[in-house]
């Protein structure tokens, strides 16, 4: 199905190759996983396999690659779409219409089928996904898990022999990422050939047939499964690993969450009675919460369950409709505090607010306009720099980056300004076992300065190793909140994932 021979790719304008002597041979009916360190060069390989690359991003291409027969750089990305389904990691990039339906069917529509066979296949496709509810919905109106459910329902209407899919489960609930999984192997057993990227491997150990490894544009490992339940080895290459999650971060020493004090009386956010209203007739109703000094929030749902319109509201992103939402410490003595020291927002489309030339620039943004000093902002920058291990790319266009990277940069622009209260949504996307690491380590040095923070994610193990208290969330409210450690011990092992599975679904 894929036949890759000496591939070697410089982006425009770089001379650092991107894909560097990569040989690889997929064969029809195989479920690669390609993994490896977040900008290892994963999925500047996987728009090689569709054209993208060369076709539209230009660069410099040298080798040959091959998918069912047809080498692409004779091919188009349109006539390449017949052969393979490609689902990026931002939905976003890829929708050409408004309504899900019509996203799904846009596929369909230009193979020149009948309407009775694209009707039909929208609404398997929208099934497979759990999507059918949704089918007359606005693709932006809705969560970034479900943008992403779109997505690759599109791709499931085209029923490729070849299916792409780069980190599809970043944005996912575990039951969608579950579900997701189920769909893939029924595609493995029709004979369908897949090729997963992705950091997370708890849902993907069963399926795969060969593991490959990257690591600065090069492959660096290949070989079975067996790698997935090689502890050592994981850890090596990055490779996220929830197994027995407890054992491991004991033995490993990382971050733990009974190891986490804060000032307990001292009050940042008190949240009464939020009820905010969307046209589409969503409702986040009389939502009430406290968040102190120093402590670490998480806020865990099914996808669609308001996690990220509690945030947007907390923000001022939207106004409540009824509600009041109280940030301390208050402004005294006429000495007004800005919002910006009070509080940030990382989004989950890190796109939408990164907007400067360079990764330092992105970092040293509007602290001068916050009081600090020249000497001071470039020793923050530096700092955060370092510690996110964004020093290398220092100098890169944050737009150039990998998803990971770009996550990485965004967090850390909010960092180097230290509010009260730091609101991050799904900042693990994209994110390996290392750099995640050190995500949390960072969190941890900033909770000990009095920074408090609100967690939003999927990740539970990231959540686990962060968090005082988790609340779940569901339909709009909170349904249910308990102390991480309760939560901590019944996630113990893998087996546990069912058991959190239970409590997120009330």
């Given at each position: 199905?894929?036949?890759?021979?000496?591939l070697?790719y410089?982006?425009?304008?770089?001379?650092?190759?991107?894909?560097?002597?990569?040989?690889?041979?997929?064969?029809?009916?195989?479920f690669?996983?390609?993994?490896?360190?977040?900008?290892?060069?994963?999925?500047?390989l996987a728009?090689?396999?569709?054209?993208?690359?060369?076709?539209?991003?230009?660069?410099?291409?040298?080798?040959?690659?091959v998918?069912?027969?047809?080498?692409?750089?004779?091919f188009?990305?349109?006539?390449?779409?017949q052969?393979?389904?490609?689902?990026?990691?931002?939905?976003?990039?890829?929708?050409?219409?408004?309504?899900?339906?019509?996203e799904?069917?846009?596929?369909p529509?230009?193979?020149?089928?009948?309407?009775?066979?694209i009707?039909?296949?929208?609404?398997?496709?929208?099934?497979?996904?759990?999507?059918?509810?949704?089918?007359?919905?606005?693709?932006?109106?809705?969560?970034?898990?479900?943008?992403?459910?779109?997505?690759?329902?599109?791709?499931?209407?085209?029923?490729?022999?070849?299916?792409?899919?780069?980190?599809?489960?970043?944005?996912?609930?575990?039951?969608?990422?579950?579900?997701?999984?189920?769909?893939?192997?029924?595609?493995?057993?029709?004979?369908?050939?897949?090729?997963?990227?992705?950091?997370?491997?708890?849902?993907?150990?069963?399926?795969?047939?060969?593991v490959?490894?990257?690591?600065?544009?090069?492959i660096?490992?290949?070989?079975?499964?067996?790698?997935?339940?090689?502890?050592?080895?994981?850890?090596?290459?990055?490779?996220?690993?929830?197994?027995?999650?407890?054992?491991r971060?004991?033995?490993?020493?990382?971050?733990?969450?009974?190891?986490?004090?804060?000032?307990?009386?001292?009050?940042?956010?008190?949240?009464?009675?939020?009820?905010?209203?969307?046209?589409?007739?969503?409702?986040?109703?009389d939502?009430?919460?406290?968040?102190?000094?120093?402590?670490?929030?998480?806020?865990?749902?099914?996808?669609?369950?308001?996690?990220?319109?509690?945030?947007?509201?907390?923000?001022?992103?939207?106004?409540?409709?009824?509600?009041?939402?109280?940030?301390?410490?208050?402004?005294?003595g006429?000495?007004?505090?800005?919002?910006?020291?009070?509080?940030?927002?990382?989004?989950?489309?890190?796109?939408?607010?990164?907007?400067?030339?360079?990764?330092?620039?992105?970092?040293?943004?509007?602290?001068?306009?916050?009081?600090?000093?020249?000497?001071?902002?470039?020793?923050?920058?530096e700092?955060?720099q370092?510690?996110?291990?964004?020093s290398?790319?220092?100098?890169?266009?944050?737009h150039s980056?990998?998803?990971?990277?770009?996550?990485?940069?965004?967090i850390?622009?909010?960092?180097?300004?230290?509010?009260?209260l730091?609101?991050?949504?799904?900042p693990?996307?994209?994110?390996?076992?290392?750099?995640?690491?050190?995500?949390?380590?960072?969190?941890?040095?900033?909770?000990?300065?009095?920074?408090?923070?609100?967690?939003?994610?999927?990740?539970?193990?990231?959540?686990?190793?962060?968090?005082?208290k988790?609340?779940?969330?569901?339909?709009?409210?909170?349904?249910?909140?308990?102390?991480?450690?309760?939560?901590?011990?019944?996630?113990?092992?893998?087996?546990?994932?069912?058991?959190?599975?239970?409590?997120?679904?009330?």
């Amino acid at each position: 199905m894929i036949n890759i021979e000496g591939l070697e790719y410089s982006y425009p304008h770089t001379s650092k190759p991107a894909l560097n002597s990569v040989d690889l041979h997929v064969d029809k009916g195989e479920f690669v996983l390609v993994t490896g360190k977040s900008g290892c060069g994963k999925s500047t390989l996987a728009c090689t396999l569709n054209g993208i690359i060369p076709h539209i991003l230009g660069g410099n291409m040298e080798g040959k690659v091959v998918v069912n027969g047809k080498n692409t750089e004779n091919f188009t990305v349109f006539q390449m779409a017949q052969e393979i389904g490609f689902i990026f990691q931002n939905p976003e990039s890829q929708f050409f219409n408004l309504q899900v339906e019509d996203e799904v069917a846009f596929g369909p529509e230009n193979l020149g089928l009948d309407p009775e066979e694209i009707d039909k296949r929208v609404s398997k496709a929208l099934n497979d996904v759990k999507m059918t509810f949704w089918r007359k919905h606005n693709v932006f109106n809705l969560s970034e898990g479900q943008k992403q459910r779109v997505a690759i329902a599109a791709n499931l209407s085209l029923n490729p022999e070849l299916l792409v899919l780069d980190e599809p489960t970043s944005n996912l609930d575990l039951q969608g990422a579950m579900e997701l999984f189920q769909i893939l192997g029924r595609l493995k057993n029709k004979g369908k050939t897949i090729v997963l990227i992705d950091h997370r491997t708890q849902h993907v150990r069963e399926l795969v047939d060969r593991v490959i490894v990257m690591d600065k544009g090069r492959i660096i490992h290949e070989g079975g499964k067996k790698l997935l339940h090689d502890h050592e080895a994981m850890k090596k290459y990055s490779i996220r690993n929830p197994t027995h999650l407890t054992t491991r971060m004991k033995e490993s020493n990382v971050y733990n969450t009974s190891n986490i004090i804060y000032n307990a009386s001292e009050m940042i956010l008190e949240v009464d009675n939020l009820s905010y209203h969307y046209s589409s007739g969503f409702t986040l109703e009389d939502v009430s919460l406290t968040l102190k000094k120093g402590e670490v929030l998480g806020i865990v749902g099914n996808n669609g369950s308001g996690k990220t319109t509690l945030a947007k509201v907390l923000v001022g992103l939207l106004k409540p409709d009824k509600g009041t939402v109280s940030f301390f410490p208050e402004d005294q003595g006429g000495n007004k505090i800005s919002m910006a020291h009070k509080l940030g927002m990382v989004l989950q489309n890190p796109d939408h607010q990164l907007f400067m030339n360079t990764v330092h620039s992105e970092l040293s943004f509007g602290l001068s306009e916050l009081g600090f000093s020249p000497g001071e902002i470039e020793s923050r920058v530096e700092t955060i720099q370092e510690s996110m291990n964004l020093s290398k790319l220092r100098n890169r266009h944050p737009h150039s980056l990998s998803s990971g990277e770009k996550q990485r940069t965004l967090i850390s622009a909010f960092m180097t300004r230290q509010p009260h209260l730091l609101i991050l949504d799904e900042p693990t996307t994209g994110m390996d076992s290392y750099h995640m690491n050190q995500l949390v380590g960072e969190i941890m040095k900033l909770q000990k300065y009095g920074v408090s923070f609100i967690l939003i994610s999927h990740d539970i193990e990231f959540l686990l190793k962060t968090t005082h208290k988790l609340i779940f969330m569901e339909n709009g409210k909170i349904i249910d909140e308990k102390l991480t450690e309760e939560c901590y011990n019944l996630y113990g092992d893998f087996k546990g994932l069912e058991s959190f599975q239970s409590l997120v679904n009330g």
